[in-house]
Nanobody, 126 residues
């Protein structure tokens, strides 16, 4: 069983930066595909970014490419999401997700992941 706990969300002005963290319990983190999703009010949850088990491969949604960076520290069982040049449309609850896997063959859908955190709220003001 894997438990994921996100932190770092808060209110920030447009153009600002935030770093989200997700700490995982359990012994499978270092061999898990990790991802961030987000869900705005009244909208479906959407993919933001994913990172392979060893950090060698990263994937991003077009809407965040060149602004967000996903990274991980397997020694700390933690995955990060560095968010720069934030926009009001980035306002969402951000969720961390995990799937024990050495492959990145499927990573865009919620159903690709077995474990989820409770989410952290990011609000970007104008």
């Amino acid at each position: 069983q894997v438990q994921l706990v996100e932190s770092g969300g808060r209110l920030v002005q447009a153009g600002g930066s935030l770093r989200l963290s997700c700490v995982a319990s359990g012994r499978t983190f270092s061999r898990s595909l990790m991802a961030w999703f987000r869900q705005a009010p009244g909208k479906e949850r959407e993919f933001v970014a994913a990172i392979s088990w060893n950090g060698a491969v990263t994937k991003y949604a077009d809407s965040v490419k060149d602004r967000f960076t996903i990274s991980r520290d397997n020694a700390k069982n933690t995955v990060y999401l560095q968010m720069n040049s934030l926009k009001p449309e980035d306002t969402s609850v951000y969720y961390c997700a995990a799937r024990p896997s050495f492959t990145l063959s499927s990573y865009l859908k919620e159903t690709d992941y077995a474990y989820w955190g409770q989410g952290t709220q990011v609000t970007v003001s104008t």
